[in-house]
């Protein structure tokens, strides 16, 4: 499908959508949800001639939107504030005469610690294109940025993004962009806080909404009357969503770490024996041992295969003989294995990382030209069309600092890569790695970079979660845990940890006796909380029950009490399918 398709697509289910809870009471979940899909699709078009309103009517910022001039607004540093006036007579703020990047008006907020914010504003710029970032300055200097935007000259960019406090102090909100010559414009921003309690009440209302589906029973006996009283038992016997771990070599050799994997996942992605590095050590001299007999040990156990990774934009990372090749040598060479690798695993493995990291490194474009990564998915793309070819990064939702990879930039390289002569169609999908630090985590700015790709209308899996060891490991890894499984565009996640013995040396998930750790107990407890339980349901007179369940396979006993005659059947509940009946005879 097009991107311009998928977007098509993507819009007509946000109008239903709105539409659709747009008939209940107001709460502030529901509002929360209502604001941000408006704000996605907003977000679609890359840029709009007349911006729209604030969000929540601007949260706790003074004169939002500059009806009152620039009341309430400071400038800070040098340069200068001015009012601007569109034709239709709308009023605006411009800073202009910038010299640091950081020359912008402002506005104190006070922030409470503990609370999510959700950060939002409407940006013009007065000449070309450059990205502008909103900057949270704290009383004693520090600086956090909260999102960023990639802002135009002739229209306004929606600049969305978000911050939890760490602390209670007031904080500066600030813009920044590089380019000091061009003058930033902004309308209508907004900052708007949530508690703890809201923010996962939110979640809880998303993950009903997206991960479950409405089933009813229809029971009936053999002579068609309603079987009134039946009772039935659901068993979810299989998740429908894809949750899985990383595995290594070491559990080629121990049964405790394959019984471990094997009781709790059914999707893996391995570390590094699929890598170019494990397998062509020494320049034509392949060694596929290890990771065939992992994909062999994978397949007997019904655990599925994300490919990771067949190329890597990073030369640390590449077999150390490619680093020499001279250009048409090494163009020649990542051609064989990436021709190598996807044909001895096609047909086995659910997709592939292509040119893993190629927004921090450029090992291919340098070599090879600017268009070395989107040339490498159209080699794949030909070689294997149906598999799914996913860019990988770190960084996009976990580090709101780290300015190489952020969600806008993100989207710009992988729609370069679509746009690239026959790539239009390639089953393409959005790998963010996920690598937290042992600091807390801005849920507010990971869910607003997760918005921002989520407007590309593809599916965003996390592939490689983990939480830098600390006192709050567990803690931190069940909240980005819970904000991955609720946004509606995460449809994978697969955490990177494991018992001791497959020596992790981030997320330690299991001691040596396999018992759980804090972050493995999280894991435990959130597989048993993403699937139904055994319910029990009892027939109305009409023979019907009703019941909300997670996609997945199921099984399920019904019995009469009456006759007793009972039925056993089974059957999928998918995403696909919003509210489906189960029609089923007892007593045949
Ligand atoms: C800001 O929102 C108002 C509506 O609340 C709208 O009329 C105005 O056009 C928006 N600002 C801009 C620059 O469009
Ligand atoms: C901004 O700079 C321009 C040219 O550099 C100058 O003419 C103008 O006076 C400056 N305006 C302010 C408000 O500093
Ligand atoms: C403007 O700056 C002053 C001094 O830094 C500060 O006390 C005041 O709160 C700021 N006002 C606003 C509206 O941000
Ligand atoms: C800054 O922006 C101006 C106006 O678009 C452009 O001409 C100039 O090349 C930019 N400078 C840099 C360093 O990108
Ligand atoms: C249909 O079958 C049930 C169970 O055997 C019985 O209780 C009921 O009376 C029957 N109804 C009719 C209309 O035959
Ligand atoms: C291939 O790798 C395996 C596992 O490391 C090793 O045992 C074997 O000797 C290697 N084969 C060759 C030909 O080097
Ligand atoms: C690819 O998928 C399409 C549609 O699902 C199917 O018709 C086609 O046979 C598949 N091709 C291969 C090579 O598997
Ligand atoms: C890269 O590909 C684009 C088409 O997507 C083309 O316009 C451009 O010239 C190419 N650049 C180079 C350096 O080959
Ligand atoms: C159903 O089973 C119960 C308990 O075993 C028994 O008391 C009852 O008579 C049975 N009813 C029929 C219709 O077989």
Redesign the pocket.
Known sequence: MKIAEARVLFLSCIFLDMAASSLSPMTTPQQQRQENLLAILLLNFPCLAAPKRAQYGGGIIVNPQFNQGTKGWNFTGKGAIREGVSEDGNRFILVHNRTDSLDSFSQTVQLEKGTFYTFSAWIQIS????TVAVVFKTSDGKLIRGGETIAK?GCWSLLKGGIVAQFTSPVEILLES??T??EIWVDNISLQPFTAKQWRSHQEKSIEKVRKSKVTFQVTFANRTAAAGAIISTEQTMSGYPFGCGMNHQILTSTGYQEWFASRFKLTSFTNEMKWYSTEKKQGEENYTIADAMVKFAKQNGISIRGHNILWDNPKMLPDWVMDLPPEELQKAATRRLKSVMSRYAGQLIGWDVVNENLHFRFFEDKLGENASSAFYSMAYHLEPNTTLFMNEYNTIEYSKDQAATASKYKKKLEEILSFPGNAHIKAAIGLEGHFSSAQPNIAYMRSSLDILRTMGLPIWLTEVDVGKGPNQAQYLEDILREAFSHPAVEGIIIFGGPEISGFDVMNLADTEFAATPAGKVVDKLIDEWKSGTRKLRADSRGLAQVSLFHGDYKVEIYHPLTNSSTTISFKVTKETEHSTVFAQIDA
């Open positions: 000449k070309g294109s450059e000259q590089k380019n010559s061009v």
